[in-house]
């Protein structure tokens, strides 16, 4: 069979054996002992041409209702807010989805600057002093962040909030499940942080306090207060924030975070089913040798000429092997120009009027559907565009699988996760979701 | 030619959105939000009309080079072609806009999807079970690593070492010790392959694993394989395979028939995935029935044609990436391994392997491959001689195919070629662009040192000054 990728005829591959001296094909492989070769062909199901191909995944895609094809009200760390066409159109373009890591800055000139300028947009949006190149998700950049930390301080206690997203502390947990150092998750009363009782758990051990703000349940920490307390015993502020909210809420850096990192999904990037993401870390100046990942910096050509590189590469393992910062190599880079691109098309007074529709928009869902008999908010505390209900009606779950089906996505439950909050759910509101769909799920709610 | 930053195109005013009014009715903010956690003013992005922002990336797309318009050998990385076909199905709306949160009965396409997938990655590897939830190909080592971590602690046995070649990726030794273990080296034979005795001796009830690449960094098939799994069960240890070459060997050798208990495919390299400029991949993991109860959660799981997400897994060792992986990468792996099944997988790995031969039969009289026999998908050739004679680095020659449009091979690694060039063609190019290629070298050889010294000079910029880069770290706009 000759496929479409292919570009040797048999007389190309004639002559390019005889150019190596063999007769076939079989002789590149003889270094293989027969024994550990594939007897016959494997068993994978039959290769399809490109209109077949098409049409099985025509056969598949009907098996879906995805969430962003209904009305979406579905939280818990991705949120269906809106793409600007210029995102997908300039994150299409060969130039950069068939381009690698720049290791030749001279042949990577685009992809260089696109990264620079992704970094210092993330450091304006969070009020760091700096960003890396990105790592692969939220999750795992809060668990780099807490590797950062760790090898900071020399500090063995980690502290984490039992408001961070569950598969976040899941990923953390994972990766410190083999180096000696404690994990604490800290309680929460009425869904965030008591500074009270976080202050009477630090002591001089502590190397990090991980914080997200919006928190899981939506809900604002007292991110300002823990700061002060954690930095007094010497501990370093984690801050896990949610990019749109930045459009109005305190930058991670003006309250004192030292690392700030987060979920990038919302800057431009489809939900995807959990992904491809992004993971955005940003620091302080004083940790630039203990990030982790590809970093890009400004520099000169030999002409004098302003250029990009990139830089400071013996923190990373391709260098520095065992004693690298971090065991990650390829990042997201074409997540991380969705994001750089989105931010520029959104720019400042984009972004704080899309964070006043976010927060406006949840605020009305919120009330209304509170006011649903049986229906209650479950925290007070403030909150962004995403919020916990409780339903005392019973039967939660089912009646969450019911909405989904009649297009309404809402959630997720917290039962999973909380034991105690098994009668509550999440609610987010974007942008996207108008008075009418808001008033129709409240509707509907209404009438179980 | 400077361009511009995004920062520099900044004009007070210009805007690239414009949002629909707010059709709620509206609270006050300072109702709503603390004053403590209230920002002022917005956060300081740079304000940008509609055209300027796309004619700004265009001219920064301008100044790459790609696999769609360039030759692009560079090794270890496998730049073969990304096919369309995949990136469009991928970017349908039915996968494209699924929650990771909603109900299992709503996505049961995706979910047939993985599923297959890990079937089809199982079959590939000889192995019995996939997780697809790496994000990485040096994700899915740490996630190995972390699994054959808890296979021993729940045997009762504590290993400390694992045992990596000298000749291995970085980011082998770099997850060893993330995942908690010392790290030995150990130093390859002569002929560029595993050292059976070197091994041997290292070889005790301490080592937990062995990390093995095949076909290695230099291009050469691991003959001794086998034998080195062997021996390494002999002491209770278990074998990770680094999947990173795998386009040599798919459909022709299975790592599980080697006796590997575990290893990981970059599907960005194998598999065509696109490279993104950097990502984003997918690392998945093979293992053994053995290791199958360790497998980070969830796997998917199908009965009677229902599919599932399985968590309850009381051995699992977690998670190590939020949700599932990275889904549109792993929609566009199953797209390229329909395309192309078992006979197509095998071709892939003949003509990869054929190019690389080729290529190297025809340059090898002027550029030496010090370990010279057959190679597989890759070969590594050494400047050290030109080096030592004209005063030709590796690095020059690598400038120097700038200017003739090619893509610079790998340079410097594996770290033991001196003045190393890793070349690796992939099965997508031609045997008309391999010998444009290597007539390239010919010349590039015949011209002055001077020349090549100054080199590249037809790119945007020529060669960066990377130690002030590193001396005085710029890595945020500042102004000029």
């Known amino acids: 069979m000759q496929f479409e990728y292919h570009l040797h005829n048999d007389a190309d591959i004639q002559a390019m054996l005889a150019s190596i001296g063999i007769a076939s094909l079989k002789e590149l492989f003889e270094a293989i002992d027969p024994g550990l070769r594939v007897q016959g062909s494997l068993n994978l199901p039959p290769a399809l041409g490109e209109l077949e191909l098409e049409e099985h995944l025509r056969e598949l895609a009907e098996q879906n209702r995805a969430a962003g094809t209904g009305l979406c009200f579905l939280g818990g760390g991705a949120y269906d807010h809106f793409i600007p066409a210029v995102v997908d159109a300039i994150a299409s373009r060969s130039e950069f989805v068939t381009a690698y890591t720049p290791y030749q800055p001279e042949a990577s000139q685009g992809t260089l600057e696109a990264m620079f300028e992704y970094q210092t947009l993330i450091a304006r949006l969070t009020g760091m002093d700096l960003a890396n190149a990105s790592l692969y998700d939220g999750a795992s950049a809060a668990a780099e962040a807490v590797l950062m930390a760790l090898g900071a301080t020399g500090r063995k206690r980690v502290l984490v909030a039992g408001t961070l997203h569950p598969e976040y502390r899941r990923v953390i947990e994972t990766y410190l499940q083999n180096l000696e150092v404690s994990l604490e998750v800290l309680p929460w009363a009425q869904g965030a942080l008591d500074p009270a009782d976080v202050l009477t758990r630090l002591d001089s051990h502590v190397a990090c306090l991980v914080v997200q703000c919006p928190n899981f349940f939506g809900s604002l920490e007292p991110v300002d207060q823990l700061a002060k307390h954690l930095h007094e015993v010497g501990g370093l502020f984690i801050v896990v924030f949610y990019p749109i909210s930045l459009g109005l809420l305190k930058r991670p850096g003006d309250y004192g975070a030292d690392i700030a990192v987060a979920e990038g999904q919302s800057l431009g990037i489809p939900m995807g089913f959990g992904g491809p993401y992004l993971g955005i870390l940003a620091c302080r100046e004083a940790l630039i040798r203990r990030l982790p990942g590809r970093l890009v910096g400004q520099t000169v050509d030999r002409l004098g000429r302003r250029c990009w590189v990139l830089t400071l590469q013996t923190r990373e393992q391709h260098i520095r092997r065992e004693k690298a910062t971090s065991n990650i190599c390829t990042n997201q880079g074409l997540m991380a120009l969705r994001a750089a691109v989105y931010l520029a098309v959104v720019g400042p007074w984009g972004l704080r009027q899309l964070a006043e529709l976010c927060l406006q928009k949840a605020h009305y869902a919120c009330d209304q559907l509170a006011s649903i008999a049986g229906l209650t908010r479950a925290f007070e505390a403030p909150f962004f565009n995403e919020f916990v209900l409780r339903d005392r009606r019973g039967n939660l779950r089912q009646e969450l699988a019911q909405l989904e089906k009649e297009g309404f996505f809402v959630g997720p439950s917290l039962g999973r996760w909380y034991p105690e909050l098994e009668d509550c759910f999440l609610v987010a509101v974007t942008e996207k979701r108008s008075r009418g769909q808001i008033d129709r799920l409240v509707e509907r709610l209404a009438h179980r | ?480």
């Open chain 2, 1 to 480: 030619m400077v361009h511009p930053t995004l920062f520099e195109l900044s004009k007070p005013g210009c805007r690239a959105v414009r949002w629909p009014a707010c059709d709620v009715p509206q609270q006050a903010v300072e109702q709503l939000l603390p004053e403590n956690l209230r920002a002022e003013a917005p956060p300081p992005l740079p304000e940008l009309a509609e055209p300027d922002i796309v004619r700004h990336y265009v001219n920064l797309s301008a100044a790459n080079m790609c696999v769609d318009s360039h030759f692009y050998p560079l090794g270890s990385c496998t730049m073969k072609y990304s096919p369309k076909r995949n990136d469009r199905l991928a970017q349908w709306p039915e996968f494209a806009t699924a929650h990771p949160y909603q109900s299992e009965e709503s996505v049961q396409g995706i979910l047939a999807i993985l599923y297959s997938l890990q079937k089809m990655l199982a079959e590939i590897a000889g192995l019995e079970a996939v997780s697809l939830q790496p994000a990485a190909g040096a994700q899915g080592e740490l996630t190995a690593l972390l699994m054959a971590s808890a296979y021993f602690r729940s045997r009762g046995e504590k290993r400390r070492l694992v045992l990596v070649p000298d000749v291995a990726h970085g980011t082998n030794p770099a997850s060893a010790k993330m995942a908690g273990f010392e790290i030995v080296q150990i130093a390859s034979s002569p002929e560029g392959l595993i050292d059976l005795t070197a091994l041997s001796q290292r070889l005790d009830s301490a080592v937990a694993v062995f990390m093995v690449t095949n076909p290695n960094t230099l291009g050469l098939f691991e003959k001794e394989i086998g034998k080195a799994c062997e021996m390494v069960h002999g002491v209770g240890g278990l074998v990770y395979l680094d999947g990173a070459n795998m386009n040599a060997i798919c459909g022709i050798a299975q790592p599980g028939r080697f006796g590997v208990d575990m290893m990981h495919f970059n599907v960005h390299k194998t598999f065509s995935t696109p490279h993104g400029s950097g990502g984003p991949g997918a690392g998945p993991v093979a293992v053994t029935a053995a290791l199958e109860p360790f497998l980070p959660v969830p796997v998917v799981r199908e009965t009677d044609g229902r599919y599932w997400l399985d968590y309850d897994r009381p051995q699992s060792i977690g998670k190590i990436r939020s949700f599932f992986g990275n889904v549109g990468v792993l929609v566009r792996t199953y797209c390229y391994l329909r395309t192309l099944g078992s006979e197509g997988l095998r071709q892939v790995a003949e003509r990869a392997v054929l190019n690389a031969n080729y290529l190297m039969a025809r340059i090898r009289h002027i550029l030496p491959v010090p370990y010279n026999r057959r190679c597989m998908h890759e070969f590594v050739a050494t400047a050290a001689k030109l080096k030592a004679e004209r005063n030709i680095a590796a690095m020059d020659i690598a400038k120097r195919l700038l200017d003739y449009g090619f893509h610079a091979p790998t340079v410097y690694f594996p770290l033991v070629v001196r003045e190393a060039l890793m070349i690796e063609p992939t099965e997508t190019e031609s045997k008309e662009t391999l010998d444009r290629f290597a007539e390239a070298l010919e010349k590039i050889l015949q011209e002055p040192p001077e020349l090549l010294h100054q080199s590249p000079q037809s790119r945007p910029i020529t060669r960066p000054d990377e130690v002030r880069a590193n001396r005085e770290p710029v890595v945020v706009w500042k102004g000029e």
